[in-house]
């Protein structure tokens, strides 16, 4: 692919927006002239433009590029404004850099509306190759344990909010579920459900809490997957029959956190793509970006087997 780095960083040049307003000479003194705010003339928007890096390889770029111009062989696409690789680093920059599609826009030279219905195919077209449970069971079922947990990936608030208000965080989101291994490598990411659920329901509801406990595999889980059952385990919790713990279910309390804390890695993993810092898209369409942004991830860390 011409202009494309073959190893390290993808670059790509990002711009920002810098009006500059064109001041009127001063006025000399004693000649009783005045100027009103609306008189004095605003000059033209000026566009500045800086060098920027996606922390991605480009490995990840042709990945995509190559699932691009699939597509549009199939769809026997004739012309469009930028060709598969230029279309892939649109996405990967609003995806792993947050970017807006009006800063896209600007900097690849399309509209808008362009910039959003090329990152809207690149994310449909990963997302249809994202795995489900079953097909990551394959590589859990391999693993000396688990680690579950659920996270809040923020949004903005819609017409229809209360499902979507989660009481644990105080805010708008949608609440996912995460598998990782022991050394706390993202495995699989369950698709979005409103933030209003709780941790333990989502699991169910992804069948996660059944499939682990038919597969036998050890499961640390925090607090919240209290009453999971199964192959899940969970630290002792107080209640109002047993107000204190005792020095062993401390201990035990102390070990699980120190397993279960390399989980947070593969949260720290997922939201590292900064379009999830906050979703400002349909909250229907966080499972497609969440699908897309698992593909994209193991195709980097090659660990992706399609």
């Known amino acids: 692919m011409n202009g494309t780095p073959q190893s390290g960083q993808i670059l790509v040049e990002s711009l920002v927006d810098h009006r500059r307003r064109t001041l009127p000479a001063p006025i000399p003194p004693g000649t009783g002239t005045s100027i009103e705010a609306s008189d004095a003339p605003t000059g ?25 111009r699939r597509h549009r062989n199939q769809q026997r696409s004739r012309w469009r404004r930028l060709d598969p690789g230029r279309q892939a680093l649109l996405a990967l920059a609003h995806l792993r850099n947050g970017d807006t599609y009006t800063r896209l826009a600007a900097g690849f030279d399309i509209g808008v509306a362009t910039a959003w ?41 819609v017409a229809n909010q209360r499902p979507y208000y989660s009481g644990k965080h105080k805010r708008h989101g949608v609440n996912v579920q995460v598998i990782a291994d022991p050394a706390g490598r993202l495995i699989w990411a369950s698709p979005a459900l409103p933030g209003s659920c709780h941790d333990l329901s989502a699991a169910r509801a992804h069948g996660i809490i059944g499939t682990l406990g038919s597969a036998d595999v050890m499961t640390f889980a925090d607090k919240g997957y209290q009453g999971a059952g199964g192959s899940v385990r969970t630290p002792f919790k107080r209640h109002r029959r047993r107000p204190k713990l005792s020095r062993r279910q401390k201990a035990v309390n102390t070990a699980h956190a120190r397993i279960r804390a390399c989980g947070e890695r593969a949260i720290a993993t997922l939201k590292g793509w900064k379009v999830l810092t906050k979703l400002r898209c349909c909250p229907r369409r966080a499972t497609a970006i969440v699908q897309a942004i698992l593909v994209l991830h193991h195709v980097e860390t090659s660990r992706y087997a399609g």
């Open 117 to 157: 219905r090329y990152v809207r195919e690149a994310v449909d077209l990963l997302a249809t190759a994202a795995e489900d449970l079953a097909a990551a069971m394959r590589r859990i079922r391999t693993l000396a344990y688990a680690i579950l947990d659920g996270t809040l990936i923020p949004i903005d608030r």
């Open 44 to 68: 033209s928007l000026a566009v500045l433009s800086y060098p920027a890096t996606i922390p991605l390889s480009s490995r990840t770029l042709n990945h995509l590029a190559s699932r691009i």
